[in-house]
């Protein structure tokens, strides 16, 4: 409403001036601007937004909006060349340098965006990752000099990031400067305040140039910081053996593979180093130790006996999965698959032993213990059938297992102790009904080969019993049929 009494009493001008003046704050110049396009004094809104898009006094923000006012009035050189000015100006703050190069590019001003990032790439007061964006742009927009000066600049610049220096060292590796990135990757590569993966790549680097000296005190002091993890042991040990210290990279993988604390993957590919190095019966002593340590993960214990297995280490092997079968404190699944691995080592009599410990093992349950039991059938058809006969007549295993471990002595054609022992479940008082009910239909499938003189005694005095049910009376007296 102010705006339009000024321009009824003929005094627009005044909003312009407003408009111009540099001691008056952004927002309200910037307001007066609008005011002259709402009343329609196009040119003299034109000169306000130019004024503000040059003056330094207004805020970033403000100053890169008015250079896109006046580029969409068609004032595209007034817009860029306050763009570029803003890019340039050393008062103005790291992201909105970076925001006007952005716009000029945006604007497709390529010279303007070159010499724009000119001026950020060599502003050492700038935010490096601004300079490294800057140096990155400079190389894309075929400046290499120019970037390349700037990649310099922060590779040896104290306060810039790790990682900003090291790309900078490595830029000016792959352009030939080897002397000066050596000194900053051996700069990089020493502070153990540097990031581990900079260190490591500063570290590779140094050795692919020949400092193999400096590498080496790198490399041997990661393998003996206490801080450092398995991984990044087993990266510098793997250093070492890149640069010929084969000596030094033995005994830090040897190191590495007797560490209770490193994880067992690390282990491991420690290990397989020593083996590609030769030192076989180091690597055997060591996992055989772990295979038998009985405080150790049993999986772990598990994968070194394996290891043992892969590196044709029979005899160890076979000590590390027997340990394993028969240690009560590990897991069934951990003992079966150990009592497997013997069996397929060759190691017949052991397997046999270590299943046969596994069906004794009154704390196990019954279906693994039957399970056990079937994996007899593998090496001795005589100890699955004892190991069956004994499981099926084992009170303490339930009554489902009994059944089916009597069920498989009937496949391997073991008629009479199966019969016996359908026979006494059908007679059990202490079992349910049904569970005598179904064993007696599991004699009847046997046929008359199960007419034995004890079955036929006791399905008799079944028959005959009056404290039993009818119906269990009633199938017992149709067994003896099926028998006859």
Not at 58 to 81: C, F, H, Y
Request: net charge negative; hydrophobic share 45%; charged share 25%.
């Amino acid at each position: 409403r102010a705006a339009d009494v000024l321009n009824g009493l003929g005094r627009a001008n005044e909003l312009l001036d407003g408009a111009c003046d540099d001691e008056v704050d952004g927002i309200t110049r910037l307001r007066a601007a609008e005011a002259l396009i709402h009343l329609g004094h196009i040119e003299a809104a034109m000169r306000a937004w130019r004024t503000l898009a040059h003056s330094k006094n207004a805020s970033a923000t403000i100053r890169v909006d008015t250079a896109l006012q006046l580029n969409e009035m068609g004032q595209i050189d007034d817009a860029s060349n306050a763009l570029l000015e803003l890019a340039c100006d050393t008062q103005a703050g790291s992201a909105f340098r970076r925001q006007a190069v952005v716009t000029l590019n945006q604007l497709g001003r390529s010279a303007e965006v070159v010499q724009a990032w000119q001026a950020l790439a060599h502003d050492d007061s700038l935010d490096p990752l601004v300079r490294q964006e800057a140096a990155e742009a400079l190389d894309r927009l075929g400046q290499p000099q120019d970037a390349l000066d700037a990649w310099a600049t922060l590779a040896f610049d104290l306060e810039a990031p790790a990682y900003v220096r090291s790309t900078g060292a490595f830029q000016l590796l792959y352009a030939g400067q080897e002397d000066l990135a050596a000194q900053v990757l051996i700069s990089l590569a020493q502070n153990d305040q540097v990031d581990l993966k900079v260190r490591q790549e500063a570290t590779e680097a140094l050795g692919h140039l020949g400092r193999n000296d400096e590498a080496m005190q790198v490399w041997m002091s990661l393998i003996q910081d206490s801080r450092m993890d398995g991984g990044a042991r087993l990266n510098a040990a793997e250093g070492l053996l890149q640069l010929g210290e084969t000596e030094k990279a033995t005994t830090a993988f040897l190191a590495l593979v007797r560490d209770k604390k490193v994880s067992l993957e690390i282990r491991k590919q420690a290990g397989e180093k020593l083996r590609n190095l030769g030192h076989i019966d180091d690597v055997a002593v060591a996992w055989l130790e772990l295979a038998l340590n009985e405080a150790a993960n049993s999986q772990a214990r598990l994968e070194a006996a394996r290891s043992l297995e892969q590196m044709g280490c029979t005899e160890e092997a076979g000590t590390a999965f027997t340990a394993l079968a028969r240690d009560r404190a590990v897991s069934f699944e951990t003992r079966e698959q150990a009592t497997d691995a013997l069996g397929h080592i060759g190691l017949a009599n052991e397997a046999v032993q270590a299943w046969l410990t596994i069906v004794q093992d009154e704390e196990l349950e019954g279906q693994a213990r039957l399970k056990a039991a079937l994996a007899l059938r593998r090496f001795d058809l005589q100890s699955t059938v004892e190991a069956l006969i004994a499981l099926a007549h084992d009170t303490r295993v339930n009554q489902w297992t009994r059944v089916e471990a009597t069920k498989e002595l009937v496949k391997l054609d073991q008629i009479e102790p199966a019969a016996r022992l359908f026979t006494a479940l059908a007679v059990n008082g202490k079992l349910a009904w049904w569970v005598r009910q179904g064993a007696l239909r599991s004699l009847a499938q046997l046929g008359p080969p199960a007419a034995i003189p004890e079955v036929l005694s006791a399905l008799e005095e079944l028959a005959q019993d009056n404290t039993v049910n009818n119906e269990l009376r009633g199938t017992a007296r149709w067994v003896l049929k099926q028998m006859a």
